[in-house]
């Protein structure tokens, strides 16, 4: 090996000629072992091998599939991001970084009125203005997108209606900000009010002018845009219910509330290619949105994802303002800026649907959940968005981490003349786990026992099914809450601190990754795919659709493939800005990245590592099943001096083809039921978590104050403890501005109040406690090394840990959040008055003496948690559906052991209307059935 | 979104600033002063009444000044807050107001002279043509108030600067200057029940400095501050109390942040000389709370902000009181 590598064999110094001159394709390259941060190659560190392929890493959780390829390189190691030093020394280009010669600066004209017929635009004098160099209108783009194939309801601009205040009616590009706004002010629009709806209760009614009209499919003449109804289990088990709870919630809208206001450029290049600069979570649904909206087909379409400054969902939308830059840059051929002021980034919305949420727990003498009944009625805002999922999604994801003896959902969601509601970080899921964890509470009170331990007693194990159908496969969730109750000191602290101080439990249940992709057949075309291109450099060029937000995904994928290849972090480079060079893929939502392009880019990896073994092979002698893989090299499992360099092995692998390309998808397994909305909720994994959150509740004013918690989130494997470390306290700080003071204040009128980031109050440093995040490792068999999410999930249980917190700080339940001090104050003043009280601080705090259930259900804990070792390690591999612990036989249809266990797929409406607002939604007919009548 | 262009004045003393406003209100160019610039400034960026010339009080010659018994009004609140010399009090309520890097450049004039806040008001152009303009920000139209509708001779915006509250306990006086000389005067008297007037400043004159009287420093005093977070938020209630550790009668209570003006409770200090017990304070927070009225037009709801009048007297009165 002395002397250096040679591209060729031949002899040492054979690289110049007699004569001096180099031979040609003589080259000479660095010594074996270079490249990377580290000069020299490193043995292997075998506390990050896995046991089962004879490391020291314990694995509780059971081996796992991709433990053969791990190779000590990275997975598991605390790790920065890799781009985080472009975000510190201010070098990543966000959207309003882009700067392109004689760009021009666009601005959007926005309806004055909360809905209302345009009757006339007048561009005529704006166009004359000097500098004015293009006006858009709704009538150039009359064409509609959405972000769901099955509800697009949004234009560019408004055709024939405006429907909230902030709602796109007109475009300018001008030659600076300035002469834009001035433009705006010389447009003139003729309208015709309409009356506005604001209130989501009253989209259920009949109106003469419904905000959008469906056709054939519309539901009688209301707003109502979507309903569903789900019911499964028995009904039976509810007749003698032991404690039953039930409140109705209500949840103001929250946003997401990123630092990076929206920016586009749009730039019609040379070629007459359109190339799009956005900040996108989901660069490919915006590529097929504007591909539609302005007839140019997607391949002359090139989409760049600029660095996003935060999205937690609401970028992910196609965006009317992305369409705006693009027609107006077509018109004046020059590339056209948009920045959106943050009221801008308010009135395009996508945030939290403000809610009304009815939730009601059974539970029988033995302390099972006999019956969970979720009635969701969620306020939609102007537009469809996400929300035909969010509808779903809003009962479904509560079908678990208990085992349930029935589940009935309805849920309705309405538009109204609001800025549009859509997806936000815990999609769907936050608003219900709530008061689904409330609930719990307070039939843990009911039945005298420890809410930890009625958790424990219920839980559904790992490898099951929920009662809903979906698949469960790895599980941490009693190990999060084993955890949770040891470090917080649970036992000593709950019911038995002083008024004012309080302590609460919440779990979180979420997905990871959508499970089937939302615009084609998840058989016909994979979810992810990654392409890996490793030229004579060594250098390995990984191509990937999935955008970057913040989370970390970029990292993710260059730490699999260096973990796999053996190769330090600094020499796998992510491109993954540009549609030209990314495979399709969908982007960054439903909690989807590490699950779906880790797999990918581990399958890539794969097959550069064979094609590297097998030069290795032809170079060594030895069977690539005899050779592993260290820090940039390849040697004998037997004898590790026995090897060739990784660049050996590469220009090895090389000699007949040149450049290695390697390309690997991920598809998602077949599961799920039959029933209408069977796949609203599917993933190929569930993350579990469980949060502990103690407060300060000043009982004189009812302020709260969260002072410490101890977050437990099962993410199956850590890939980067760091980034998950991160995103457990980054939820947490999301999850309580929810909480305690974030929300979209609509006034008397109908106005948003509050669109700005003072009076949108986000909590501050000051307000964030102390956080122990717990890592949780439950190794799921099809995640990448056992990986899951850890970006939505954490954030659900902080709410109901917060809202339990104050009831045993206090005693107070109030069912609205955000629990701003007016309103905790309010509940205070209530319990005062039916008690009798007349200084608060003469009140009790609650507190708990064990009924006999506690002994029992401990037990049934006990008994769990050996059942659950066994399947997590599957050393018990039988089947198990949610039924089991109402005395089922899983390995039977459940239909056919018990005459009331039913999948209701036709639902009664009478009976729906009684439990709340979204079951008087299902008392309308749609159109097609009352013409049918008629 | 663009700051409206303005010709900015950058005097260097007194005299000459009150020569360029006089300069100005004769060419019958309105103008404003501006000195810090952290509440004009987001308010010019949102088109709230903004005028063409802004005066920059930053360079007047002994505007900072920052002494026991006389603060400039160019003194800037991190300033005050950290200060050794200034009375604790001040310090506290200093320490409270906004955010650390906007009291590095927020001025107690500044904060003194606060415009009051609505939120039909402290919204953007767009925003307020939506809702047909307000009384305080009517661009010609004459329209009404927002908050309490049918009424358009007051203006009901709330005052919710922290550190008029701290001064008025420790019976602080103002300098103010103008083309006509100056005046000084007890700084209750220095505001004017009016959203849109707010205080007694005429066309041309500004405040210069705030004067103590020689026994503020032997008075102990408390602010205490109703926000939902513990930074940035303006507040949505404030009472400052002081007193001479054991003359009950030289208490003085003043609230911010609930009405159009800082409220001094003279009044009510008069009628409870049994302050300095337990039920006589209780008397005393449940009897300053009916003298108060907020309306409804920041964060929290005014009957909440109103019921915590009482528990924010309450616990100013304690802390004043326990330090003896």
Known sequence: MSGGYRQQPGGAGGETRKDGKRVAGKLRFKPPGAGGSRPVSTPRDLDRIPESVGGNEPQPAGHHVHDRLRTGTIVGLPTALVDANAKVTGQAWYGDDVRLANEVIGRILRSPHHYARIRSIDTSAAEAMPGVVAIATGEDAPKTFGVLPVTKDEHAMAVEKVRHVGDLVACVAAVDEATAMEALGAIVVEYEELDPEFDPRKGLEDVDEPIHWRGKYHVGRTNVQKRVHQAFGDRSNIENAAASSRRAWRFEGVHHGFTEPHAVVAHWDANGRLQLYTPQQVPHYTHRALATVLDVPMHQINVIRTFVGGGFGGKSDPFPHEMCAAILARKCGRPVRITFDREEVYWINRGRHPSYIEVKLDADEDGRVAGLDVDALIDGGAFASFGHVTSYYNGVLATAPYELGSFHYTGARVWTNKPASGAMRGHGAVNTRCAVEVGLDDIAEQLAVDPIDLRLANLLPPHSRTISGFRITSNGMREALRRVREESGWDEKFRNMPLGKGIGIGCGFFISGSGLPIHWDPNRFPHATVHIQVDMDGGVTVHTGAADIGQGSTTAVAQVVSEVLALPLDMIHVRSHESDTSPVDLGSYSSRVTFMNCNAAIRAAMEIRESLLNAAWDMLGYHPSTLVMVDRRIVYKHDPSIGVSYLQALHKAQEDKGALIARGAYRSPPMGGVHKGAAAGLAPAYSFSAYVAEVDVDVETGLVKCTRVWAAHDCGKALNPLAVEGQIIGSCHMGLGQVLSERMVYGRTGHLQNANLLQYQIPSVHEMPHVTPIIVESSDPEGPFGAKEAGEGPLLPILPAVCNAVYDAVGVRPSSLPLTPDVVWTAIQKRMKSERVEDPLELKPPRLTHGPLQEKLAARGGEHQIRDRARQRTEDTSPYVNGVLFGFDPTRPIDEQLEGWAVIDDPDPESMAEMGYAGRAWLKQEQRHMEDGA | MLTPPFILHRPRSVEEACSIAADLASAGRPFDWVAGG???????????????????????????????????????????????????????????????????????????????????????????????????????????????????????????GDMAAAFMALDAEVELVGPEGERRMPLDEFFELDGMKKNVLMPGEFLLCVHLPDDASTRVGAYHKLRVRETWDFPEAGVAASWIPGDATSLRVASTGLESIPGMHTDVVEAHADWTETEGRKRFSKALQKAIKPVNNTALPPRYRRSMVSVLASRALRAITQED
């Open chain 2, 38 to 160: 952290t509440d004009l400034l987001p308010n010019y960026k949102w088109h709230l009444n903004p005028k063409g010339d802004v005066i920059s009080l930053a360079h007047v010659e002994g505007a900072d000044a920052l002494e026991t018994n006389r603060v400039g009004c160019m003194a800037r609140l991190h300033d005050v807050a950290t200060s050794e010399v200034v009375h604790p009090l001040l310090a506290a309520a200093a320490a409270k107001v906004a955010s650390s890097l906007i009291r590095r450049s927020a001025t107690v004039g500044g904060n003194l002279c606060l415009d009051t806040r609505c939120f039909w008001y402290n919204q953007s152009e767009d925003w307020r043509r939506s809702i047909e303009w307000c009384h305080k920000a009517d661009c010609g139209t004459g329209a009404d108030c927002r908050v309490i509708p049918n009424q358009n001779t007051l203006c009901v915006a709330t005052y919710q």
